[in-house]
């Protein structure tokens, strides 16, 4: 579909994605990992406890990288929904494990709804 027409008069960065759930995983990883080749100042100001934005309930933002706790433990991720696809790309920490998805639809409720639930089943059987 040539969404041209819904992007040429709106001035956002963001989309259409250009990428692969491989480079999107190896790009969370390098940011969220300690075992990292991002230098420490641009981790911190990214992923940094102290430059982290509270949204309630436990979550934070910063920098486009959200951090959640679940089960006790922290996991990074970021994800968007545009039309005709959404995203979601995390990192958990404790098992150094990467999960990217891409789904060929988006900002259609059915479809963030099934993204939603096997994001969540996919988190339940990692942590």
């Known amino acids: 579909m040539n969404t041209k027409i819904a ?31 991002i230098s420490e100042s641009i981790r911190s100001l990214m992923i940094g406890d102290d430059n982290l934005t509270s949204l ?13 706790t679940l089960t006790g433990m922290p996991i990074y991720h970021h994800g968007g929904d545009e039309p005709g696809y959404s995203s979601t790309n995390i990192y958990i920490p404790h098992n150094d494990t990467s999960i990217s998805l891409f789904i060929n639809c988006g900002v ?7 993204q939603s639930e096997l994001v969540d089943t996919v988190l339940s059987n990692e942590l």
Do not use: H, W
């Not at 709106?10 to 480079?23: N, Q, R």
């Not at 190896?26 to 940011?31: D, E, G, P, T, W």
């Open 108 to 114: 259609a409720q059915g479809c963030i709804q099934r």
């Open 56 to 68: 309630g309930d436990g979550a934070f933002y910063g920098m486009g990288m959200m951090k959640d």
């Open 7 to 37: 992007y040429q008069n709106i001035g956002v960065a963001d989309a259409p994605l250009v990428s692969t759930v491989e480079d999107l995983t190896l790009l969370i990883r390098a940011i969220a990992s300690n075992n990292s080749p």
